[in-house]
């Protein structure tokens, strides 16, 4: 078993990238606060200060900058809009997280920074790339290469197991096949279910369903993950292990989060909470 730190609130904090140096710290009570979750062997090595050292990354630096960004859609000949003047940055490994009432435009915004969709005013920057001027196929590409998302709904294939799961998604993603079995490997262990490897969805409970749709997300090494509520489905228990496989992730990988959600209680681990109400921020 691993512990895992619990991250203190600090939406208070200016736009820089708050608890991104990898510090550990305590929780409310001064305590270390314990969860507990099967180890993830990468981690475990890194505690252990036995794991090779990880490149350095300029957390100062934004991964992604959304500045003005606006978004309608044609509704009944007229227009709804849905996000009205949005900027945001997100920083390497940072866990930063949507909120806002059912229709307030989350998903909308997520869509954009993900290169699902354009925005009709603004400018979405990705590393080097401007997302508002590139076409479908160069957006495509990007997304393949850089980007993972994770779904409410798991999004599993029903009758391959979490192996084959995950190894599909390298398969489709063009990683060379050499690759797939450490990979898999690595990915399946990370989200704590070396011992699951060779269950389908059906025999895997909803958390652990979730965390295989995790694996299969960041098999292809993306920089920027992006999660549509992946606990809404999950009771609390499960939902905190996919936070903690989520700063895992964020510690060994190297990569930034960012998802939607209405708990509270999930919202306290963030290093970033972004509050919508209507297609804008408030109070961040
Ligand atoms: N393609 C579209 N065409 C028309 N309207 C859309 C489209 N996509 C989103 N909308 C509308 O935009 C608004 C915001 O939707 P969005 O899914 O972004 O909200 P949300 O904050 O993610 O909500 P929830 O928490 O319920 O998922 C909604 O009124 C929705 O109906």
Redesign the pocket.
């Known amino acids: 078993m691993v512990r895992w730190l619990r991250k203190k609130k600090q939406q208070a904090e200016p736009a820089a990238p708050s608890g991104t140096s990898g510090e550990k710290k305590p929780g409310p009570s001064g305590q270390e606060e314990l969860h507990t979750l099967e180890a993830a062997p990468a981690l475990q090595a890194q505690l252990a200060g036995t794991a090779p050292q990880l490149p350095v990354i300029d957390t100062s630096v934004p991964l992604l900058t959304v500045s003005g960004v606006e978004r309608s859609?044609p509704?009944g000949g007229g227009q709804?809009h849905?996000l009205k003047g949005i900027d945001m940055s997100l920083y390497p490994m940072q866990l930063a997280m949507l909120k806002?009432r059912?229709?307030?435009?989350?998903?909308?915004l997520l869509n954009l920074i993900g290169g699902l969709d354009q925005p009709n005013k603004g400018e979405i920057r990705f590393k080097e790339h401007l997302f508002h001027q590139c076409g479908d196929n160069e957006r495509t590409y990007i997304r393949r290469k850089e980007i993972g998302f994770i779904f409410q709904s798991f999004a599993l294939m029903p009758l391959l197991s979490a192996w084959e799961n995950v190894e599909l998604s390298m398969r489709m993603a063009g990683i060379p096949r050499s690759q797939w079995k450490p990979r898999v490997t690595h990915c399946l262990e990370l989200v704590g279910l070396a011992k699951r490897m060779h269950h389908r969805p059906f025999e895997l409970s909803g958390g652990e369903q979730q965390r295989v749709a995790i694996a299969k997300a960041i098999a292809h090494k993306p920089s920027l993950l992006l999660a549509d509520e992946p606990t809404a489905e999950l009771d609390s228990q499960m939902g905190a292990q996919v936070m903690s496989v989520f700063r895992d992730i964020i510690e060994t990988e190297r990569m930034t989060i960012c998802m939607?959600t209405h708990d509270p209680t999930i919202m306290e681990v963030a290093d970033r909470v972004f509050e919508m109400v209507d297609g804008k921020f408030v109070n961040s």
Do not use: A, D, I, Q
Not at 102 to 108: E, N, W
């Open positions: 859609f509704v709804l849905v806002g059912s229709g307030s435009g989350k998903t909308t939607t």
